[in-house]
């Protein structure tokens, strides 16, 4: 949970960036913008990767952010039980970079020492403030990978991740948001539910790509928000989810009796 008030960036590289398990390095470059008067407070990078064949929790590879060697901030995976896929691990890795974030050009180099693991596109997250703005943005960031699939479910149990999104709930809402993220998100693999509503096969990707589904909460926000990611094809990995809620702060001179108005 982290309260800004200025703005939040989120930029997901495109599926050409994918690296295959036989290559050994790739290079990510964002440019971003910052206005007038931001200060960041918080950056990172999301690098979601699968079919890794090392024997330990996390990839063997090495990173640098800005010619700044990274190390991880946290690390999920997720592997199948069955057949030789089960041999395989998919997962998220998540760097902090918040210090060495600068306007304009910012540079993720990967390297690794063996084809031993595939990678998927990177994220950049970057929090920022700015000088005299009145919006406050609270971004609750839920991390973690889940690998799901619906294939050979003869059992016929429902293939989900499962989250609850729990917030502090502010009285005067401008907007809210939900990013979720997925990996290999194909057409007809995944429906997502959140707060009791559906959303049927929001996926456009490949199994190159990660991609990101925004879905506008702004009326049905809750101080505790379920969201379900449902299977409903072939292999997709879900990924990190965010909820991004702006409001402003009333002055001392709003409040009437027990009442507020805008």
Do not use: C
Not at 22 to 28: A, E, H, P, W
Not at 177 to 206: C, M, P, R, Y
Not at 227 to 247: K, P
């Amino acid at each position: 949970n982290i309260t800004v008030n200025g703005g939040v960036i989120i930029d997901t590289k495109e599926a050409a960036t994918y690296l295959a398990a036989g290559n050994l390095s790739k290079t990510d470059v964002w440019t971003i913008e910052l206005p007038a008067g931001a200060t960041v407070v918080n950056g990172y990078v999301y690098v979601a990767y699968n079919w890794d064949k090392t024997d330990g929790t996390i990839p063997v590879w090495t990173t640098t952010f800005n010619n700044a060697a990274i190390s991880p901030l946290a690390s999920y995976r997720d592997q199948s039980n069955l057949g030789t896929y089960g041999k395989y691990g998919y997962g998220l890795v998540v760097y902090d970079v918040s210090d060495l974030i600068q306007n304009g050009e910012n540079t993720f180099v990967l390297e690794k020492i063996s084809g031993m693991t595939a990678v998927y596109p990177s994220t950049l997250v970057v929090l920022y403030n700015v000088s005299g703005s009145e919006a406050i943005k609270n971004v609750y960031m839920f991390n973690g990978a889940d690998l799901l699939s619906n294939s050979n479910n003869f059992a016929g149990r429902t293939a989900a991740a499962n989250s609850v999104l729990d917030i502090d709930l502010p009285m005067f809402i401008e907007n809210a948001k939900l990013h979720i993220f997925a990996a290999s998100a194909q057409k007809n693999e995944a429906d997502l539910i959140v707060n009791g509503q559906t959303f049927t096969n929001v996926w456009s990707g490949s199994s190159n790509s990660t991609d990101e589904y925004v879905i506008d909460l702004t009326d049905s926000i809750s101080s505790s928000n379920t969201v379900s990611f449902v299977a409903t094809g072939s292999t997709i990995l879900a990924l990190q989810q965010f909820i991004v809620v702006e409001y402003n702060v009333p002055s001392a001179s709003v409040k009437i009796g027990n009442s507020y108005s805008k």
